[in-house]
């Protein structure tokens, strides 16, 4: 193998990204970031039929309920960027639903839980 097949097929891989991609840019953080989480919007019928094979796969993924953008990427072999943008465009085109991930519950108060604690102890010994 000569040198410059090997650099045919390194670029190969790239120039099959920005296929996949059709040439769009990353996604805002605040729009669709790693714990965004997805799934299939209702409905889908005949809409599906002009979508690309790597965006019918996502949107079966995401069919089963409702997956972080982290988890859909770990089921597949594409790259995180990538799944980000093609993510995007299915939710632009009105095949996804998002929905904000949980907000992390608040902190209890240690005062609080110390009370309850020193509570307990006079009641039970």
Same mark, same amino acid.
């Given at each position: 193998?000569?040198?410059?097949?090997?650099?045919?097929?390194? &670029? !190969?891989?790239?120039?099959?990204?920005?296929? *996949?991609?059709?040439?769009?840019? %990353? #996604?805002?953080?605040?729009?669709?970031?790693?714990?965004?989480?997805?799934?299939?919007?209702?409905?889908?019928?005949?809409?599906?039929?002009?979508?690309?094979?790597?965006?019918?796969?996502?949107?079966?993924?995401? &069919? !089963?309920?409702?997956?972080?953008?982290?988890? *859909?990427?770990?089921?597949?072999? %594409? #790259?995180?960027?990538?799944?980000?943008?093609?993510?995007?465009?299915?939710?632009?085109?009105?095949?996804?639903?998002?929905?904000?991930?949980?907000?992390?519950?608040?902190?209890?108060?240690?005062?609080?839980?110390?009370?309850?604690?020193?509570?307990?102890?006079?009641?039970?010994?």
């Amino acid at each position: 193998m000569t040198g410059s097949e090997e650099f045919e097929l390194e &670029s !190969a891989d790239l120039v099959r990204a920005y296929v *996949i991609t059709k040439g769009r840019g %990353l #996604p805002d953080d605040q729009q669709l970031s790693l714990i965004t989480l997805l799934t299939a919007a209702p409905e889908q019928g005949q809409r599906t039929l002009h979508l690309s094979p790597e965006e019918q796969r996502l949107l079966d993924i995401c &069919s !089963a309920g409702y997956l972080s953008v982290a988890e *859909i990427a770990g089921h597949t072999k %594409l #790259p995180l960027g990538v799944v980000r943008i093609v993510l995007a465009g299915l939710t632009e085109g009105g095949h996804l639903v998002t929905r904000p991930p949980v907000p992390r519950a608040r902190q209890a108060d240690k005062e609080i839980l110390l009370e309850v604690l020193h509570g307990l102890q006079a009641k039970f010994g």
